[in-house]
């Protein structure tokens, strides 16, 4: 089962490391990871994607937590949440493709914020299903660089987490 | 306020007098002279010189163990650093508190690939509880009282404070907190109520009970408590490798040890019984064998853990509580003597009639008439002539599971030893730590001569501080343990685990200044031992019993089988 978790944690360094060697060190799978500071600036918040089965989501969570740095675990997927990953995608845009990559662009309510004679840069955010569908939909020979963030999730209405 | 500013390394100093230490364990070096100067010129505690920084963990590691209080050794950088890696981890394997400064190279030169530099925060990383990178003078006290605290809550463990040498040479204001907070670090003292009277309920239900106590008994000072529990309902106890001393084992409610070299009634009334109750341990691969096998009976488990990441780990359990043992098994006896109820005494004596038979096999029995000095006969002796009051130190391998198997032990903190992590070198410079402690005490190292190899450079240390040691070496001449796995499962392919070559370890003993004895015969086992405690009682006694080299340690589950798979003699 896909899980997606929200950290709080002490804007340390070697924050990073102690959560990344976790995962690392018990052989747990990160799909994605991303980590910046908060409007609290002691304060880091990170999201992490993951898999497994109950138990090793569970033994993730109270990992997690037992790091010292840590203040706070949250399972975003225990209740309802957003989620969203922005990715940058240069694609090819000469000739024919021109067109259509800017009408495709629309399409997934991405912006064009770099251009080229050949090329277009494009942002998108959504799910990270979104991004997938995107990329499926563009033919892969046009695509020739694609950045993505990880997923950032947050969670719905008044589930807040905060200290 | 200036002339009160004190440098790094004076702070060091002071804020380790200040936690009230008495006992540091060290070795110099270029990174950490600044903080050895701060030493020389101050009488709070004394430091230790060890021949290794391995040894200097390990001593200060084992002064936690014996004692309670937090163990503190000091490195250099770079290899000071990565010598007491081996150190830090096992105390980490066994939940230790430790604090360990290391030396750093000058703030400006880290990254530069200096002399001596290593990420020393990056390579014990994986091994600590926690660790720290002193980057302000300002912050090292309370950096300092926060390792301390880490260290000694919670579920313990080594904290490393990693101090470049510039930070020891700069000036501020000294003051010690008082207390600290951490807002991401709260251990967990009381236990759920509501679980706790679920456990007590499910406790007095059980027709077929158990109390299965781990190291988390001892290091949190709960032995008192199990004790009272299990006398209270009159159920079998067993312990871990690492709980022993938790009950008094030569009581008749305790069953052994239990797990890969446990007896047969703890491992069978541990597969059989309907209700499990786990106090502060973690049903580890050498305890249950196979989580498959185990699960295949059905039972009901209540466990008891200051760290929720302990349960439900390798075993799904029913009742999870979270707490300081003591605190937790303090509210479950109210709970039980205020209870009406009682459990189901003609289950239980059955659960007994039938734990009886299998105690009944004797499975630690072995042959008392051989020719060739058994190892468990010098273990047993061992145990007479020290009245049992003995802090009893090892190494790992086959030594070791005899000194747990033949030496009952009644308190606590008794018996030191590398459960987890399994460190070979640990049972000298344990010994020394703990003779530091207890200067009085009698302090047995139980070791082969496979181990004792690994740090026997601490003799000299011994020596320097007069440590009235007992060295107790098994010397079958082989790697003991991995000849017996080669010979139960390499089909005798002895590959590597003989030693030719060995030293004369009576010479050797001399030469570092104490007594050596060599033992040949059985009728010579229990008249060195009651020289090396009588006679040269004040002196590091170095005996060296020539055992049979073919023994092995029963009863044993190999690898991946479940409890009721035992191999016996």
Not at chain 2, 260 to 287: K, P, S, W, Y
Request: with cysteine; charged share 20%; glycine share 8%.
């Amino acid at each position: 089962m896909r899980h997606i978790l929200s950290l709080l944690m002490e804007n340390e360094s070697g924050a990073l490391s102690r959560v990344s060697g976790l995962f690392s060190a018990r052989g747990y799978n990160i799909e994605s990871l991303t980590v910046a500071p908060t409007e609290d600036a002691t304060l880091s918040r990170m999201t992490i994607v993951t898999r497994g089965s109950e138990d090793v989501i569970e033994q993730i969570t109270k990992q997690l937590n037992k790091l010292i740095d840590v203040v706070k675990v949250q399972d975003l997927s225990d209740g309802s949440y957003i989620e969203r990953e922005l990715m940058l995608v240069k694609v090819r845009a000469s000739g024919d493709l021109r067109e259509e990559m800017k009408r495709l662009a629309d399409i997934f309510r991405g912006r064009i914020i770099d251009v080229s004679d050949k090329t277009y840069t494009v942002e998108l955010t959504g799910p990270g299903s979104k991004l997938d569908a995107f990329l499926q939909a563009v033919d892969p020979a046009a695509i020739l660089e694609t950045v993505r963030t990880g997923a950032s999730g947050i969670g719905r209405g008044d589930r807040i987490m905060k200290i | 306020m200036a002339d009160m500013e004190l440098t790094g390394a004076e702070i060091v100093v002071r804020c380790l007098r200040d936690a009230g230490i008495k006992h540091v364990f060290g070795y110099p070096g270029g990174a950490v002279l600044d903080i050895y100067d701060a030493i020389y010129k101050q009488t709070a505690f004394e430091h230790i010189l060890v021949r290794h920084e391995q040894a200097a963990v390990h001593a200060a590691d084992a002064y936690a163990r014996s004692t309670g209080q937090v163990g503190v050794a000091i490195v250099t950088s770079g290899p000071g650093a990565t010598n007491a890696v081996t150190g830090i981890a096992t105390a980490y394997m066994d939940s230790i508190p430790l604090v360990v400064i290391s030396g750093q190279v000058p703030t400006a030169a880290i990254g530069q690939d200096a002399f001596q530099e290593v990420d020393t925060v990056g390579i014990t990383r994986p091994c600590v509880k926690h660790n720290f990178l002193i980057k302000d003078v300002r912050d090292l006290a309370i950096t300092l009282k926060k390792a301390f605290y880490i260290a000694a809550t919670g579920r313990p463990g080594p904290v490393v404070v990693d101090v470049p040498k510039d930070i020891t040479q700069h000036r501020c204001a000294y003051e010690y907190p008082a207390s600290v907070s951490m807002r991401s670090y709260n251990p967990t003292g009381k236990g759920h109520a509501g679980q706790i009277k679920k456990a007590v309920q499910m406790l007095l239900e059980a027709r077929r009970p158990m109390i299965y106590t781990g190291g988390g008994v001892v290091l949190g000072n709960a032995a008192p408590q199990v004790t009272d529990l299990v006398r209270t309902l009159g159920y079998p106890a067993t312990s871990t490798l690492m709980g022993l001393g938790g009950y008094p084992a030569p009581d008749p409610l305790f069953l052994g040890m239990l797990g890969m070299h446990g007896t047969i009634e703890a491992n069978m009334a541990m597969q059989h019984c309907d209700v499990l109750l786990a106090v502060g341990a973690r049903f580890d691969d050498r305890v249950i064998g196979n989580p498959k096998h185990f699960s295949k009976e059905a039972r009901r488990i209540i466990h008891i853990d200051v760290d929720p990441s302990s349960i439900s780990k390798r075993v799904r359990v029913d009742v999870p509580i979270v707490g300081e043992v003591a605190q937790v098994l303090d509210e479950m006896l109210k709970l039980i003597q205020a209870s009406t109820e009682q459990p189901d005494q003609a289950a239980l004596k059955a659960w007994w009639t039938q734990i009886e038979l299998w105690r009944a096999q004797d499975c630690l029995k072995y042959d008392r008439e051989s020719a060739l000095i058994k190892p468990q006969y010098v273990i047993e002796k061992l145990y007479e002539v020290t009245g049992g009051q003995a802090y009893i130190t090892s190494d790992v391998g086959q030594h070791q599971m005899w000194a747990a198997q033949y030496y009952p032990f009644d308190q606590p903190r008794r018996w030191i030893n590398s459960g987890g992590l399994g460190t070979m070198g640990f049972g000298l410079p344990a010994a020394m730590g703990v003779q530091m402690a207890h200067p009085d005490a009698q302090v047995a190292c139980v070791t082969g001569e496979g181990s004792i190899q690994m740090n026997i450079q601490e003799l000299s240390t011994c020596k320097e501080w007069k440590l009235p040691i007992k060295v107790i070496l098994l010397n079958n001449g082989y790697l003991g343990m991995v000849r017996q796995w080669q010979e139960f499962f390499y089909e005798e392919r002895y590959a590597e685990s003989y030693m030719t070559s060995l030293p004369d370890f009576v010479k050797l003993a001399e030469a570092y200044g104490h007594v050596g004895i060599r033992v040949e015969k059985p009728e010579d086992v229990e008249p060195a031992l009651r020289d090396a405690f009588g006679k040269y009682k004040d002196r590091l006694v170095f005996i060296n019993f020539l055992t049979d080299p073919r023994e092995n340690v029963f009863p044993m589950i190999p690898a991946g089988k479940g409890l009721s798979e035992m191999i016996l003699v």
